[in-house]
């Protein structure tokens, strides 16, 4: 399978704070411990990724690996309904910065720990975004579209089939595992499906309007209704 060494150049601030559930600018935590917690993540993070490219039958919702897995769900399927392959994809930002925010809490350090967390998280994204265009731009050389990355647990994809992709691209390679619930370790990890067509696929909506967890702190706008 492809491994993907993703290249962290410089963790996104703006997001940092925005998954620590604090404004951009004007925040009560220190500048200082902000600017301490970004270079730590970068010190701590280990990004890496994994993919690999299956035929897909949009008729059936199959994809071809090893062994064959049938998508779930309605939305995911519509999503893929011009589909005639699928990247499968998964990204880490590795365990040791997990940890880190970990101890940090357990020593009462609630700040620090909070911080490291969102990092730890706005690297993920990142990295999911590299690995993204780097799929997006193979295609292209192809002559083929791509669809915008879902994930487990959008819609009514369930979260359940998790282990099922993480499987097919044998994620454990680059240290990702799936527990008995569904969730990935290390939890700051991401599993997604990118379709490619041969023809134009409608363009990318804003994340947050596809969601329907509308209690979601890290909502970016109001929902808005989509006809189905």
Known sequence: MPVFHGTLFQINRSEMMRYAGLPPKGSDFPEALIRESIEEASALASPRG????????????????????????????????????AAV???????DIE????????????????????????ITEHLA????????????????????????GYGDWPVTQQQALCRLIHAEEIGISVTDHSMLLPRKSVTAIIGLSPCSEAPKPQQCTQCHLISCPFRIRPARHFSR
Do not use: M, N
């Open 129 to 152: 975004d590299q690995l993204d265009r780097y799929i997006q731009a193979s295609a292209r050389r192809t002559g083929r579209h791509t669809a915008w990355r879902y994930s487990p």
């Open 89 to 95: 994809l998964a990204v880490t930002a590795g365990p």
């Open 99 to 122: 940890q880190a925010s970990t101890d940090y809490f357990h020593s009462g350090l609630y700040a620090k720990g909070l911080l490291l967390d969102a990092a730890a998280t706005a």
């Open 50 to 85: 994994i993919w690999q490219l299956l035929p897909y039958d949009a008729q059936t919702g199959t994809l071809f690996g090893d062994p064959p897995l049938c998508l779930e769900g309605r939305q995911i399927r519509k999503h893929l309904s011009h589909s005639v392959s």
